[in-house]
């Protein structure tokens, strides 16, 4: 008797501990409209979603016809991601706030990311981010289109190898652009009224959920400094990263035309002494 009430004691103690471990990532089901299903990291089977219901690290989330989900990425609730219907993503990485979009169209709201930070949506054919501040993210698997609707966004390509490709572009408010399979981001685009309509839509329907945001102006909490200078600081890894490549290949080069400058001489003076002992 003893033995179970320790066996149920104990269980509940590591309950208590998973709950715990959750709250602090705290990631989970804002809200939901309609039918969205979950299917938890190492499971095959999908599940109902419900209002509150934690999320982690590679949980799936997929929408049907007529529906949606919010999705508060942290315990403060000011990092909202809402998922579109027919719509299909992942939380691939809480901590650092990525997820992955295999198709669909999520709407985020980033407001209280640190400013060393940004949020990123990942998508078959790009990988877009913003560091307080809004924007939409739409895939059909070929090709991706990123709004901008309150501050600034960035986006990069990815190349045929599955890489980010070195540069990243700027995507400022009230402007989106589409990124094809393999491709670097196309020209801006002026977003259009049934663009900005579907972002009034939603702030209009997470103020339903959100009590900072009920009273809050539709603007970026951070503004365009703090995103741009996050965006900036993952601009100059990369140009370090291509300076670095730049000089290995200068380098291998430069070696390159000395060995070659060496044999053409050694082949020249070869030369002259045959035609010499021809001569004789």
């Given amino acids: 008797m003893r033995y179970i009430l320790f066996l149920m004691i104990f269980a509940v103690i590591i309950s208590c501990f998973c709950i715990a471990s959750y709250a602090e990532e705290g990631s989970h089901i804002l809200y939901v409209k309609g039918v969205v299903n ?4 190492g499971e095959d089977f999908w599940i109902l979603a419900k209002k509150g219901m934690p999320l982690g690290d590679n949980d799936k989330i997929k929408t049907l016809i007529a529906s949606e989900a919010g999705i508060a990425l942290d315990p403060t609730k000011k990092n909202i991601v809402v998922l579109s219907q027919n719509s299909e993503m992942s939380v691939s990485y809480i901590k650092k706030k990525q997820v992955l979009l295999s ?4 709407f985020a709201l980033i407001e209280g990311i640190e400013s060393v930070s940004s949020f990123q949506v ?11 501040s809004g924007m939409s993210v739409e895939t059909d698997g070929k090709n991706t289109t990123v709004g901008c609707f309150e501050d600034r966004a960035y986006v990069q390509g990815i190349d045929v190898d599955g890489k980010l490709m070195a540069e990243i572009v700027i995507i400022d408010n ?22 900005r309509e579907g972002w009034q ?3 209009e329907n997470l103020r339903e959920h959100l009590d900072w945001l009920r009273d809050k102006r539709a603007e970026g909490s951070r503004g365009a400094a703090i995103a741009l200078d996050a965006i900036n600081r993952i601009q100059e890894r990369s140009d ?3 300076f670095d490549n730049k000089e290995n290949i200068f380098e291998r080069d430069e070696y390159q035309r000395r060995d070659d400058a ?11 002494s045959v035609v010499s002992v021809e001569s004789t």
Avoid: C
């Fill in 122 to 132: 990942r998508t078959p054919t790009a990988v877009a981010g913003v560091a307080g």
């Fill in 240 to 242: 370090d990263v291509r």
């Fill in 262 to 272: 060496e044999r053409q001489e050694n082949s020249g003076s070869g030369g002259g």
């Fill in 103 to 106: 198709k669909g169209k999520v």
């Fill in 38 to 41: 979950v299917q938890q990291s």
């Fill in 201 to 203: 839509q939603f702030r």
């Fill in 174 to 195: 009230g402007f989106k652009r589409v990124i094809g399979r393999f491709e670097m981001p196309g020209d801006l685009l002026v977003l259009t009224t049934l663009d």
